[in-house]
């Protein structure tokens, strides 16, 4: 079987997969695609380089194959290397590629694991904090990303986040869709960071851009989104009918994979904590495999309905329950809910409230024990 690991670009696959190998013991072949020597390389060149690999490395039955979705064509290398019993470890940055190629020609010889930047528990680890608000609140303003750990300056910090955006863009984007309207691409990007946590639709980001003088369309827009998600650079939650058990069509939320593009890029663009929490929560609900909606119930909105095999939690983040009216309110769309699934207020107050109504409070730092 090949084991695939997906995600953003620098949040840490290839070390993770290394590390594993390492532990193990195992001896293995690397080839890392995101080389400039390999840029013009192309399915055809494969064999020979498996070749050069064996003059390097010798015999091997391990091979790590980093951002392979660089190479048009790779399944079927990737297929018969599986064919003749080779043990393969596979990173890449697209969804789309892996998803769609892998299931149809490697069914059932992989295993997918999605890797995210560094959680809260992840990041008070390494940073030796203490768990509590405090330290979530660091987190918070800061990032997910592994490498910002080495930095101590904000600067330094912007300058590696705003570098590794241009990245993605380019090559993962720009380069392999060749995008003509670079700057509309870059613009949507920034949109999507700024409105993060609010229901939008393909419709009014599209008025939204014509409304500044710029000439697009709806197709065009809705195909460049399409691409930002398929980098791992932001995520789309649909809204789901709780009542009816069924996705809802039109508007939608989208999530950044990481709060650092907002922390160090956007942040002149204020929004309160009370939605970077939202998000925080979204990305640990993924973190644990669920797949996470948009609630509608009653003309009311529930932040997340999150569904894992026959478990299902409702959900709300709030940044502070500070009085009886903000109770009042964050509660009253779960109370409106029928059906017995769990309910959970997640917020950063750093005393727990007691059950209201079968409705548990989570502190946002403890939120992971419960998933």
Known sequence: RAQVVIGVRRCGKSTLCEMFLKQKGIDFAYVNFDDDRMEDMKASDLDHLLEALYMTYGEFKYLFLDEI?????????????????????????????????????????YVEFHIFPLSYGEYASIHQLPVGRESYLTYMADGG???????????????????????????????????????????LFAY???????LLSVTNITNFIKSKGRKTSYDTVSLYLGYIEEVYLAHRALRYNIKGKEILSGSCKYYMNDLSF?????????????????????????????????????????????IKNDRTIYVQATYMLVDEQTIEREYAPLECIADNYEKVVVSLDDLQLPSRKGITHVRAWELSQML
């Open 69 to 109: 979705q660089n190479i048009e064509g790779w399944p079927l290398f990737v297929n018969r290397l599986l064919r003749q019993k080779m043990h393969l470890f596979i990173t890449g940055s697209n969804s789309k590629m892996f998803s769609g190629e892998l299931s149809t020609l490697l069914s059932g010889r």
């Open 145 to 187: 990303y592994p490498e910002l750990v080495h930095f101590q300056s904000s600067d330094v910090k912007r300058n590696y986040i705003s570098g590794l955006k241009d990245t993605v863009l380019l090559k993962d984007i720009i380069r392999r869709y060749t995008i003509r309207d670079v700057r509309l691409l870059e613009d």
């Open 192 to 198: 999507l960071v700024n409105n993060s946590s609010n």
């Open 262 to 306: 907002k922390n160090y890029l956007y942040a002149g663009f204020g929004y309160g904590a009370g939605y970077l929490l939202e998000n925080l929560v979204y990305l640990e609900l993924l973190r644990h495999g669920y797949d996470v909606y948009v609630g509608s119930i009653k003309d009311k909105e529930v932040d997340f309905v999150a």
